[in-house]
């Protein structure tokens, strides 16, 4: 099995940066991807950010629009979300969740039947 935690989760004033890391451990897919989905109350999860182990390619959700960075460290099989000018609608839980990689659309990275492990979460909240 997969065991992944996130943390960098906080308290940040808008338009201030944050960063999230996923660690994952244990036994991985020999193809996969890693992605960040967040859930703010009241709303369903929302896809983030994702990143396709195989070739490095990122892809990333309308809402974001280049604030945020997806980014990978190989031989510590960690990610990480870098996001930069946060508002208060980037309030939410975010998590970080991994899966075998049979996408060959981008669109699929973004749904949550492609993932099949989950992380705890991790709370990001931004003041106003």
């Known amino acids: 099995q997969v065991q992944l935690v996130e943390s960098g989760g906080g308290l940040v004033q808008a338009g201030g940066s944050l960063r999230l890391s996923c660690a994952a451990s244990?036994?991985?897919?020999?193809?996969?991807?890693m992605g960040w989905f967040r859930q703010a109350p009241g709303k369903e999860r929302e896809f983030v950010a994702a990143?396709?182990?195989?070739?490095?390619?990122?892809y990333y959700g309308d809402s974001i629009k280049g604030r945020f960075t997806m980014s990978r460290d190989v031989a510590k099989n960690t990610v990480y979300l870098q996001m930069n000018s946060l508002k208060p609608d980037d309030t939410a839980v975010y998590y970080c969740?991994?899966?075998?990689?049979?996408?060959?659309?981008?669109?699929?990275?973004?749904?949550?039947?492609?993932?099949?492990?989950w992380g705890q979460g991790t709370q990001v909240t931004v003041s106003s």
């Open positions: 244990g036994r991985t897919f020999s193809t996969y991807a």
């Open positions: 969740a991994v899966g075998r990689d049979y996408c060959s659309y981008s669109w699929c990275y973004s749904m949550r039947e492609t993932y099949d492990y």
């Open positions: 990143i396709a182990w195989s070739d490095s390619r990122t």
